[in-house]
């Protein structure tokens, strides 16, 4: 019997089964996954939430950031307009883009770890009618707790970049993604015995829609950036990326216990030129 609490809340008062089935879910994956990424979760929050409390709580998350980068220092006027210009482009962006979130982790007013789900979300991208993507969906969730809970602020969640800070390069997003892809895979692999595709999901009409929609929102975004952005090259997978570091870290550094030492000072946090380049990283950090 493991000691972890598995809380799993339907807020929308309409997903008693899929809080069920989470729940269920959850309270297998989680002892197996302190395991895997030697990250304790003592509890695991789930909130089944509706797309207006989904959007009102990132909108919330994002002006806590911003309240804390600003904490104890003097804010200068231009500041201020653009902490409220990067709001008013997330309470915007949020609108566009519930029915192409599957669930999102972020902390609380008290710091602690929950991960929103919106279950119209999940009829949209299709993982609703799919066991196997909705129990890899929470898997990948559940790891995010354990790196929230061992960062305590630290690493993660990511600094929202209201102003520059001396880490900038840090690859903080690829590397909390890439971490939680890992243990994913490790986990589905030895439930599925393979890792099971997500390729056969159906999205509906509303999720193409907005796809489209947001398509469109960040070229507008971008014709009124003052300086083109540099010419790209072939786009990579993030989460691939950063797995791919991972496995490789891991097994540089000899264990999990040793490589988790990264969720605890931002300057052990691989550089953008790292995650790419995992024996790069070795050199600089040593064994």
């Known amino acids: 019997m493991s000691g972890i609490e598995v809380e799993v809340r339907d807020e929308t008062g309409r997903a008693r089964r899929l809080a069920w089935q989470a729940r269920q879910m959850l309270a297998e994956a989680a002892p197996r996954l302190e395991e895997i990424t030697g990250l304790t979760t003592p509890t695991v929050v789930f909130r089944l939430v509706t797309p207006r409390t989904w959007r009102k709580e990132v909108v919330a998350y994002v002006e ?7 904490a104890g220092s003097e804010v200068y006027e231009r500041e201020r307009l653009e902490a409220a210009h990067k709001v008013e482009s997330w309470r915007r962006r949020t609108a566009l883009t519930w029915p192409l979130q599957e669930g999102m982790t972020l902390t609380g007013p008290d710091g602690q770890p929950q991960t929103l789900i919106a279950p119209r979300a999940l ?10 993507a909705l129990h890899r969906l929470l898997v990948h969730e559940c790891v995010h707790h354990g790196q ?4 305590q602020g630290a690493v993660v969640p990511p600094r929202l970049s209201v102003r520059r800070y001396a880490f900038d390069d840090r690859a903080v997003p690829v590397l909390l993604e890439g971490h939680a892809e890992w243990a994913e895979r490790h986990y589905t692999a030895e439930v599925f015995g393979a890792l099971p595709s997500t390729d056969q999901l159906r999205s509906s009409w509303r999720y193409r829609l907005h796809q489209r929609l947001l398509r469109e929102d960040i070229r507008r975004a971008q014709r009124h950036t003052p300086a083109p952005p540099e010419p790209s090259s072939p786009a990579l997978d993030p989460r691939d990326v950063g797995a791919r570091f991972v496995a490789a870290a891991v097994a540089g550094v000899g264990d999990v216990a040793r490589f988790n030492k990264v969720w605890h000072e931002l300057c052990l946090v691989p ?17």
Do not use: C, K, M, N
């Open 271 to 287: 550089t953008a030129e790292e995650i790419q380049q995992p024996e790069a990283w070795l050199r600089r950090v040593g064994p």
């Open 64 to 70: 806590r950031g911003i309240q804390q980068a600003f």
């Open 123 to 132: 009829h949209h991208t299709g993982f609703r009618r799919e066991r196997t």
């Open 148 to 151: 929230i809970l061992a960062s």
